[in-house]
């Protein structure tokens, strides 16, 4: 019981604060509403318990075995989030120079994308490889999974609705043109900001 609250706390931590999931659900809900953020949402939660399930079943084993294995996903996790800080910047200044009126935001937006994405999001990778061995039942792959997930699920779940309503109070202020433009360019330092920071961790 006193590690699964541990383990409560710290998928808490990792999902409300900062990160390319919430960034990813905060810039879509803000350039198109909370409707436009669901598919998102849905791909980054069954993403995480698709992926809790791959690392309790073998993956923990495989990383002991080859831990260059986890080096690896960390670094293309982290060149990924420099793409996507990049394709929006530069995206940006380039759609500025034609059109305010774009609704491309930059980011992977479909259920499939942001789902895939988070078998690169080293974040991801860290909450779950830690809440996994935190279980002092982690041996027990079905019990280890039916303790996890609804952690997995209404936590996050929770964290990004909310970091969707906060999107949906900038959207308000999204149709000035020098407001979008420092949005857009701050969302992209960001994520650049967090991959070197992953890079930095190896």
């Given at each position: ?17 900062p ?6 659900v905060l810039?879509?809900?803000?350039h ?31 990383f002991?075995?080859a ?7 960390t670094v293309?996790?982290?060149l990924?989030l420099?793409?996507?800080s ?6 940006q ?10 609704d491309?935001?930059g ?7 942001v789902?895939?994405?988070q ?19 982690h041996?027990?792959?079905?019990a ?7 952690l ?11 970091w ?11 149709g000035?043109?020098?407001?979008r ?6 969302m992209g ?8 920071l ?5």
């Amino acid at each position: 019981m006193h590690s699964l609250i541990a383990i409560a706390g710290m998928v808490f931590a990792v999902a409300a604060t900062p990160g390319p999931n919430n960034l990813i659900v905060l810039h879509l809900a803000a350039h198109r509403g909370l409707a436009g953020a669901r598919p998102a949402i849905a791909g980054i939660v069954l993403g995480g318990l698709t992926l809790l399930a791959l690392v309790i079943l073998s993956m923990s084993a495989v990383f002991i075995a080859a831990p260059w294995m986890k080096t690896t996903i960390t670094v293309v996790g982290a060149l990924y989030l420099i793409y996507l800080s990049g394709r929006l910047v530069v995206a940006q200044r380039v759609r500025y120079a034609v059109t305010a009126k774009s609704d491309d935001v930059g980011f992977p937006e479909s259920f499939a994308g942001v789902f895939g994405f988070q078998f690169l999001n080293p974040k991801g990778w860290v909450m779950v490889l830690t809440a996994v061995a935190a279980l002092p039942f982690h041996t027990d792959s079905f019990a280890a999974f039916s303790a996890l997930a609804v952690l997995f699920a209404a936590i996050p779940l929770s964290c990004l609705v909310l970091w969707a309503s906060v999107g949906t109070v900038i959207a308000t202020r999204l149709g000035q043109e020098r407001f979008r433009r420092r949005f857009d360019i701050a969302m992209g330092t960001l994520l650049a900001g967090s991959a070197i920071l992953l890079l930095i961790g190896i």
